[in-house]
């Protein structure tokens, strides 16, 4: 079943749920960075949370979700936008130990001190950005902490990755599946905190029964309540938008004098795109061409 998001409104209580499969893009990401399973697993979380905070931007835009640690992992990126365009990478992708089931199931691999951070696309050229510490060192629960600070807004978050089976073999992505639930402003708080605490017992095994079934069926699988409209959904998927023509829209950018040291020196440029592993060569003739161009601009 391909990824989805869907986006929904229980009319009567005035509370906003936001629903997303990512597993095909989680699959996707550990295999272009060839990730070990801790990285792979946290990455799939932050790419489930990336789609779910993009939907909540009121126009097209974009935001940039980051968590940094001092453990093995690092730290990981992802950038989301609000049309379900997602990609993501973790700073080491090769971490593989976790903890016990509990508390401590993410520590070996992010440590004991961080901060998770989110940077909203304003619009006109604007961004806002916030942090917090990291204090669970579970990303739903930081990012429950997140909306708590920085917006004031309490928020139930859910996340979680699920082993499968896939041609035969086990599949330690085999679902993964995130949502987010709010109150709008005139929200009913005390079913707000009801429904939360029945999410928070009965969200992993639902995902594990209903997903199969897609993003939808697994939204009223999860809120089975006749009020729930579905406000919006569109599918979700890991592409990146880098260009051989934006690696050298970027060395232009460096200036001619850069630009003729690097043809001296090193007579090619390369780079490599941390979200999609995507290795580009900008030849020595490319960079002349490039910087003839700039000077029949200058001229």
Known sequence: ???????????????????VTASELARRARELHRSATASASLVAEGLAAGALLAALQKSD?????????DGPLRGLFVDS???GVLRGYAKNP???HLGAEGTYHWRPALGNKGFLSVMRDLGGGEY??????????????????????????PTRVYLTVLPGVANGAPEPLGTVAGLFLQPLPDGDQTAFRELGDRLARDFEPTVKAHAAQGAGALLKALVPLPDLEVMSRYPVSFTC???????KRALVSMGSEELKDILA???EATADCHFCT??????GDEIRELLAAMSQASS
Not at 132 to 151: G, M, P, R, T
């Open 1 to 19: 079943m391909a990824d989805e998001l869907v986006s929904g409104l229980l009319k009567e209580a005035d509370l906003r749920v936001v629903l």
């Open 241 to 247: 938008g880098c260009s051989k023509e934006r690696v």
């Open 278 to 283: 995507t290795h580009y060569v900008v030849t």
């Open 81 to 83: 936008d609000t049309t």
């Open 61 to 69: 835009s974009r935001i940039n979700l980051q968590l940094e640690c």
């Open 128 to 153: 806002y950005r916030s942090a917090v510490e990291l204090e669970a060192f579970d990303l739903a629960k930081d990012l429950e902490h997140y909306f708590a600070i920085s917006d004031q807004l």
């Open 94 to 96: 090769l971490v593989s």
């Open 265 to 267: 020196k090193e007579g």
